[in-house]
């Protein structure tokens, strides 16, 4: 797996081909989640942009009219920032961030997570290891079990990437 490391003035890690298409994936369907997808009543789009005001819908809606265009643009720049950075093709290969492609990778990571969470129904003290367990028990080759295994992928090259940010 890759590790993110700091080079001089740059943010540099080396990626299979699998880590490449899976990174692709992952941020083209934030991407798509956020255009074509976006739909307020998608519990992931609530996660992303979640209410301001709780108590107050009213309140709430008022400042998404104001903030909400700017933060889905965001959002899309920020994975669009991964796919832009990836190798080419079908080939891995070396990616190289400066220190604000660096922070959007974070923040596109983050997004990813959240989303993913949402939909494995991943909660604040889950047990990421017992989950996978679990669901390499109920069946190996599954889709929960290599959406588990993205999500953890996720979570150590977002881990990864912060370390170097802050070395």
Known sequence: MSMFRHQSDR???TF???EVRVLRKVASEVVGLLTDGFDHG???VGRLFPEVYPDDAAGSAEFRRY???DLKTAKIDQAGAILAALPDGEAGGEVRLDAEAAEAWLRALNDARLAM???LEIKD???LGEELDDAVA???TSSRVFQLSVYAYLGY???SLLNALID
């Open 157 to 159: 090259l977002q881990e």
């Open 11 to 13: 943010y540099v890690a």
């Open 16 to 18: 299979a081909v699998d």
């Open 67 to 69: 903030t909400e265009g």
């Open 42 to 44: 998608d519990p992931v």
């Open 125 to 127: 003290g889950t047990d």
């Open 117 to 119: 969470g949402v939909r």
């Open 138 to 140: 109920e069946d190996p």
